[in-house]
């Protein structure tokens, strides 16, 4: 803990501009980060956290130089390892909100190991996981998310590899938040970035993100101007799963596989209706892979459920150890549970 | 046959070597013995040597289990070269082991477990209790162990199955009757072990322990015994400590003088386990652990809990330390304090995972990307331990760098009698937050340690970013050579700062000479017994243990000059040797040793005899 005692100052009102530093924002121009940033930078002064308990803890890669233009907490780490910073920053002082941004190579790569353990343990931290299925800023590899076929520098006669989808690691760990937003909807990045801080457990947000030049309109048939109204599943709690213009179509079950219908003439209560605080990962997993060709992308809160966090069941142990024995005292530490004395 | 003496022997010290299968539980006979000789008290040094499988085959030389106990009336500094008394449970041990007992010695073989089949998986073609060369060289005591373990257990309830697994407390409760040593404190482990769980197990546990020693009472009072007698040591109080668990409580003790709470992660690792595995316990000093995914994660973990204001900690051998090596480097960028320990064990790869070896020194000074010095420090017995791990917290904190705290196998698992330390004698750990009431420079230096001042999340209005980019004195990213240049010099600089904090060596013998035994870390013991000695019987040699290894202490050079000789054991091909020689350009021999297993004194005392008659 800080020998500092903890900020009891009443919270200033903070606004947009408090978390821009003056540092370059060096991305490449028409990058989707700038929209993710500015995002970020608007979702900030409303979350009721004084800005120097905020941290922001990033890997390598494009997004990872996020930090930097966040005026507020941050550590740069190393490649695929920003998980394992951000466990012990939220372990050492729960009271810090901890975002982990990070990139499709950076977290599920490299970093893949250490993105399942720590959504398999449910530390109360925000990962933020810009997916552009490239690698950027070793300008155009094929990354874990590239679809089979992606011609990069590296594959030049396709990539072999299977992608890896990021919700369904998400939903294998069991992570207790999982959602997707997309870099060209600030208006819904910044009601997931909320919704994910407020969550009480790690939070898993994959936000679909263009990268300009090495992978350009790779999401354009799913969140362009033409697909979106069709190709976009925009989920909200207690809501029928409704798509396409005037939402004149929806999900229905058929068996155990999802199956679109016509809405205007679907009959009452056929239409699924939106769930994520479902314990069961079934019907998450259903809304996980729905996806181009024959599905819409669902966006928004896929699952959000309660499960203790890894910190405080930290604390809890701490403290029951304390309050068990007492707290430790130097004689207790130096002498342990069995001494003898040899007399002089 | 050696000759039969009425009465006790006399014996300054002796070494107990107890063997068996690895089921056999010959560390816990180990463990009693000791505990009972430092009741005595005896000065004790003991070394559990134990298999890498966990139950290899029953019988095999695979499934060798040995613990060895060194006890004396003189100072004891190791486990001893060759025992003075192996006990053997079975003919697996026996082979393994026989050829280390000093001829003459007492040779305790447990001779119902010499059945053909037995005998066959040891290689014996006949049963080497019967052959007349080893009764003519070794005192030889033959028991039916098993048998009269189940013979006193005849009335017990419990099933032959768990009758049987009582025959470690015989052979102790007889070797106990050897060495005339008490009873009674074994008595009091298995009641608090058993007896409220299993009454009848801690019963008959006993009562095979007596039958034990009563045998020799009643029928072998022809065989020799021996007493070792009081050792003079200094008054105060004592525990006994292995050398994981020293550096356990080294680094909890810094952690408190520093006024910072102590995370540790840690993926497991033999023979670095034993760290994690302690700290658990110390929950209610405010520890706390992590058992990360893997290598990788426990530094970050750790890395991320200085980041946040605390110390963290992180514990492996070899293997992880070449995985955690990038993080090492993100530690010297980012400048956080950080403790990195490295119980070595045999490599390169799997190695030798439960056998001990210092060959990672050089890794640990140079084994990592880009210039990237860090202070390496090393423990050199197992409760100095203690003292490392708490000097390895404070050079962290002050100097805010990682450090590497070099410990190793034989050190970890080895334990003696450790006088407790009152508190205030430890130093202050001073590594104050920076001020909020000051504008923040990132990495403004102290003048004199050239460390930065940490600011931590959640201190108001001094928010920034850190990373492993090149940066300015500010903190900003710089790409500019020349400063690319003086952070480098000025990250060496602050490294070598730490020499000007470390205490004089401390020194066997004179300052000047014909030979001067320069060791680091774990060879201490085996060194300095030998040079004791040596000068006992008029020899001009001296000797001294490097505790720092990174940077070297400032009155090395000056000592090295004023002898003409200079002999570097280590149980590497001579890292030390080849560092030294680099430094100093003195022509430093070197003794290597590369088999597992920590010097003999007879090997030391061997070459510097050489040496000083050439």
């Excluded at chain 2, 029953?58 to 486990?79: C, D, E, N, R, Y």
Aim: charged fraction near 20%; glycine fraction near 10%; aromatic fraction near 8%.
């Amino acid at each position: 803990m800080a020998t500092e005692p903890p900020s009891v100052h009443p919270l200033p009102e903070l606004s947009r501009k408090d978390f821009v530093t003056s540092n370059d924002v060096r991305w490449c121009p028409g990058c989707g980060d700038y929209a993710i940033l500015n995002s970020l930078q608007r979702t900030f002064p409303e979350l009721g956290v004084p800005r120097e308990n905020f941290v922001i803890v990033s890997g390598i890669g494009c997004s990872s130089r996020f930090p930097y233009y966040m005026n507020t907490y941050g550590f740069h780490t190393i490649h695929g390892r920003a998980t394992t910073v951000a466990t012990g920053i939220k372990v050492a002082n729960p009271d810090l909100s901890v975002w982990v941004v990070t990139g499709d190579g950076d977290g599920l790569s490299i970093g893949g190991n250490h993105m399942l353990h720590l959504l398999r343990r449910n530390l109360n931290v925000t990962v933020l996981l810009f997916n552009n299925r490239i690698y950027g800023l070793t300008k155009g590899q094929y990354s874990p998310t590239s679809p089979f076929g992606t011609r990069t520098k590296t594959t030049p006669t396709g990539s072999i590899d299977h992608p890896l989808h990021p919700l369904l690691f998400a939903l294998g760990a069991e992570a207790t938040f999982i959602a997707r937003t997309v870099d060209n909807n600030p208006k819904h990045m910044v009601e997931i970035f909320k919704a994910a801080h407020e969550h009480q457990g790690v939070s898993f947000v994959e936000i679909l993100q263009n990268c300009v030049i090495f992978n350009d309109g790779s999401w354009d048939p799913i969140y362009g101007k033409e697909s979106r109204d069709d190709q976009l599943l925009i989920l909200e709690a207690g809501k029928p799963l409704l798509f396409g213009k005037n939402k004149g179509k929806g999900i229905r079950l058929k068996g155990l596989v999802p199956e679109i219908v016509d809405a205007t003439t679907a009959a009452p209560g056929e239409i699924l209706i939106h769930e994520p605080h479902q314990s069961s990962p079934l019907y998450s997993q259903l809304l996980a892979t729905m996806g181009l060709p024959d599905f819409p992308t669902p966006l928004g809160i896929i699952r959000e459920i309660q499960r203790p966090t890894y910190e405080s069941l930290i604390h809890d142990q701490v403290e029951e150890a304390k309050a068990k024995k007492g707290s430790g005292t130097w004689k207790e530490l130096l002498h342990g549970t069995s001494t003898w004395t040899v007399e002089g | 046959m050696t000759p039969i003496i009425p009465g006790f022997r006399e014996m300054k010290s002796v070494v107990v070597r107890f063997a068996g299968d690895s089921g056999d539980g010959m560390q816990i006979v180990g463990e009693r013995f000791t505990d009972t000789s430092v009741t005595v008290p005896n000065a004790i040094a003991t070394f559990p040597d134990y298999p890498s499988e966990i139950r290899a085959p029953i019988g095999t030389i695979a499934g060798v289990s040995a613990f060895q106990v060194h006890f004396g009336s003189m100072t004891v500094l190791t486990p001893g070269d060759e025992p003075d008394a192996l006990v053997a449970m079975n003919p697996a041990a026996l082979a393994v082991h026989l050829q280390d007992l000093v001829a003459g010695g007492l040779l305790i073989a447990n001779a119902s477990a010499f059945t053909a089949e037995n005998l066959a998986m040891a290689g014996y073609e006949s049963n080497p209790l019967d052959d007349t060369d080893i009764q003519k060289k070794y005192e030889v005591i033959s028991l039916d162990v098993t048998g009269l373990s189940v013979e006193a257990l005849k009335d017990s309830p419990l099933t032959q199955r768990e009758k049987l697994r009582t025959k470690n407390f015989f052979a102790l409760g007889f070797t106990y009757w050897v060495y005339s040593r008490p009873i009674e404190p074994t008595i009091d482990y298995i009641n608090s072990k058993w007896a409220a769980k299993s009454p009848e197990l801690a019963a008959a546990n006993i009562r095979v322990l007596k039958a034990g020693y009563f045998l020799g009472e009643t029928t072998e009072t022809t065989r020799n015994r021996y007493m070792v007698a009081r050792a003079e040591v200094a008054p105060g109080i004592y525990r006994k400590i292995s050398g994981n668990e020293a550096i356990a409580l080294g680094l909890v003790a810094g952690a408190k003088k520093a006024g910072r709470d102590l995370l540790f992660s840690g993926y497991p690792i033999t023979p670095a386990t034993g760290i994690l595995e302690t700290l658990v316990s110390y929950k209610h000093f405010g520890v706390k652990t992590v058992q990360a995914e893997d290598e990788i994660a426990a530094i970050g973990v750790a890395l991320g809990a200085s980041f946040a204001g605390q110390i963290g900690v992180t514990g492996t051998s070899g293997p992880g330390m070449c995985l955690k090596s990038e993080f090492i480097g993100l530690a010297i960028s980012t400048e956080l304090p950080l403790v990195i320990v490295n119980v070595q064990r045999g490599g390169p790869s799997t190695g030798l995972p439960t056998k001990t070896e210092q060959s990672d020194l050089l890794q640990a000074l140079f084994g990592r990307h880009g210039e990237s010095p860090v202070p390496v420090v090393a423990a050199n017995s197992p409760s100095d331990g203690f003292r490392a791990g708490f000097e390895a917290v404070r050079i962290a904190l002050e100097f805010s760098t990682p450090v590497i705290l070099l410990s190793d196998g034989y050190l970890a698992n080895g334990s003696e009698p450790w006088k407790v330390p009152e508190e205030d004698t430890l130093p202050e750990i001073v590594a104050p937050f920076a001020d909020p009431s000051k504008p923040y420079v990132v990495f403004a230096r102290h003048p004199e340690t050239l460390a930065r001042t940490q600011a931590i999340p959640g201190q108001v209005g001094l928010e920034h970013r850190i990373g492993g980019l090149e940066k300015d004195g500010k903190g900003k990213i710089s790409y500019d050579p020349d400063n690319h240049g003086e952070m480098t010099r000025l990250r060496a600089a602050k490294v070598e700062a730490v020499a000007k904090t470390l205490p004089p060596l401390r020194l066997t013998g004179e300052r000047t000479g014909k030979l001067l035994v320069l060791g680091w870390g774990g060879t201490h013991g085996a060194i300095t017994s030998t040079v004791e000695a040596l000068r006992a019987e008029g020899h001009e040699v001296s000797s001294t243990n490097l505790r720092y290894l990174n940077p070297l202490p400032p009155d090395l050079g000056d000592l090295l000059k004023g002898f003409d000789k200079v002999l570097i054991p280590e149980l590497n091909s001579g890292q030390l040797c080849m560092l030294i020689r680099a430094r100093f350009l003195v022509d430093a021999i070197s003794l290597p040793k590369i088999q597992g297993r920590p010097f003999k004194i007879s090997e030391i005392r061997e070459r510097v005899l050489q040496l000083l008659n050439d």
